[in-house]
């Protein structure tokens, strides 16, 4: 039996065991095809941030810059005044008149815009979503002997009524006499972005995605729960940029004013947004 014909026959043994079972690939086939999704060109990005506690409300303008996951920044504006900047560059967190610091431990942006499926895959283990496990390159060296062997930590769930492809080490849920562990949910179907928990509990669900330019997806919506709490951010607009300019420079920041906002619950229902996830 010449190689063509094992192949052929490899293949009909896996599309077999798929539709007699549900399949569940490896997390770099689907962190794969995730990414080819996001935009490998810098992108401007406008949003929306609603805060409400009771019958106040407030509605925050965001502005992003983004050229992978590695360079992100935020600018926010009540009206047109510009009230908060926070730039992720390296690993590292700035903002104008505090020290520098590492990301924090919810900040979830840089999943959205990831470039290299390998270096997300590192991510994911880094921030526990993935075993160390889910980086191993497993060759088919013979098919007589072939067997497939999944990832530990990816997992079909299901998300609202769609089935999902979950990360997660554990069962990535916060019930009653259960820890919340970190947990990513992706569409089956689509590969795109459902659900995702961070290991400090917090929750957060997407929207549909919304088609950019050169090639970039990204949610339209996100809502966002944590310790009782819970903000939505709503997507407008997504641009191209030629060219990122100074914009990623620390010394560019301004200082937050968030004096000029008037105070209201949902002030403080936002500082608490800003504090714990940008």
Not at 140 to 165: C, H, N
Not at 168 to 194: F, H, P, S, V
Request: proline residues 4%; hydrophobic residues 40%.
């Amino acid at each position: 039996m010449n190689a063509s014909i094992r192949f052929f026959l490899f293949l009909f043994c896996v599309c077999t065991t798929m539709t007699a079972a549900a399949f569940i690939p490896r997390a770099s086939y689907i962190a794969k095809k995730v990414v080819d999704q996001h935009s490998k060109a810098p992108l401007q990005i406008e949003k929306t941030a609603h805060f409400r506690v009771g019958s106040q409300s407030l509605s925050l303008r965001e502005s992003w810059i983004i050229d992978g996951e590695q360079s992100l920044k935020v600018t926010v504006r009540s009206a047109h005044q510009v009230i908060f900047q926070a730039l992720f560059h390296n690993d590292n967190r700035y903002e104008a008149g505090k020290d520098t610091t590492n990301w924090p431990s919810d900040f979830f942006e840089h999943h959205l815009v990831q470039r290299s499926p390998r270096k997300w895959l590192d991510t994911l283990v880094k921030e526990g979503y993935l075993n160390k496990s889910a980086l191993e390159v497993r060759p088919i060296k013979d098919i007589k002997t072939y067997q497939w062997i999944g990832d530990s930590s990816v997992r079909l769930s299901r998300v609202q009524g769609t089935i999902a492809f979950a990360f997660g080490i554990k069962e990535a849920t916060a019930g009653i006499g259960n820890e919340a562990k970190a947990g990513i949910w992706i569409d089956q179907m689509d590969y795109t972005w459902l659900r995702l928990m961070t290991s400090a509990g917090s929750d957060i669900r997407f929207g549909k995605a919304l088609q950019g330019p050169k090639s970039s997806a990204y949610p339209n919506e996100i809502q966002i729960s944590w310790e009782g709490k819970s903000a939505q951010l709503q997507t407008h607009n997504i641009e191209a940029l030629k060219s990122v300019g100074k914009n990623f420079d620390p010394d560019t920041l301004s200082k937050a004013r968030w004096d000029l906002v008037p105070e209201s619950p949902a002030k403080e229902l936002a500082l608490a947004f800003y504090s714990r996830f940008r």
